[in-house]
Each structure stands twice: as structure tokens, then as C-alpha cells.
Nanobody
Framework: QVQLVESGGGLVQPGGSLRLSCAASGGTFTFLDMGWYRQAPGKQRELVATIVSSGRTNYADSVKGRFTISRDNAKNTVYLQMNSLKPEDTAVYYC???????????WGQGTQVTVAP
């Protein structure tokens, strides 16, 4: 069983930056494809960015050029650097892990990001 703990959310002004972290435990991190998703009030959860063990990344069009996902396999941690934040980025951000060595799709508890003046 993999546990995911997010941190780094908060309130930031438009144009500002935040870095989210997600620490994984209870599994082999290099077997996990990691991702960040977000859910705004009244909307469905949507993909923000993913990164596989090799480092290949994928981004939603709405965040390309502003957000960067990365992982540190030595620290069992995935990051989401968010720059040029917009009010529409306001949401609860969730860390996700998919086990590539067997069954298992895991979620963190979420961290709130609010972008407002």
C-alpha cells in the first residue's frame, strides 16, 4: 500500500509561484508513475501533469509553459513547480501514483491552492 502526502499549497497572488511536494512511502518509487491532478469547486477532477519513472512528462494544455513536474527518486518525492499562477488555477491539488509493477492506483489527501489578489 502506497501512502502519498502532499504539501506546499496556500494562498498566492496572481502571477506568483508555488511549489507542491508529494512524498511517497510504502512502495518502490521507481515503479510508480506519478501525477498531479486538480479539482476546482463544482468541476470534475482534471489532469495537470504526469511523470513516469524515466522522467518523461505530460502536461495539460492549460498549464504548459507555466508548470513543471519533476521527481527525485532518491527522496521518493514528486514536485510541481507552478509559476505565473492565475485565478483559474485555484483548486485542490491531488498527488496520484500508479503502480507499473502490478495493481494499485493511489491518491493523496489533497492540498488547497488559492490564487487571488
Amino acid at each position: 500500500q502506497v501512502q502519498l502526502v502532499e504539501s506546499g499549497g496556500g494562498l498566492v497572488q496572481p502571477g506568483g509561484s508555488l511549489r507542491l511536494s508529494c512524498a511517497a512511502s510504502g512502495g518502490t518509487f521507481t515503479f510508480l508513475d506519478m501525477g498531479w491532478y486538480r479539482q476546482a469547486p463544482g468541476k470534475q477532477r482534471e489532469l495537470v501533469a504526469t511523470i513516469v519513472s524515466s522522467g518523461r512528462t505530460n502536461y495539460a494544455d492549460s498549464v504548459k509553459g507555466r508548470f513543471t513536474i519533476s521527481r527525485d527518486n532518491a527522496k521518493n518525492t514528486v514536485y510541481l513547480q507552478m509559476n505565473s499562477l492565475k485565478p483559474e488555477d485555484t483548486a485542490v491539488y491531488y498527488c496520484n501514483a500508479v503502480n507499473t509493477a502490478g495493481p494499485g492506483n493511489y491518491w493523496g489527501q489533497g492540498t488547497q491552492v488559492t490564487v487571488a489578489p
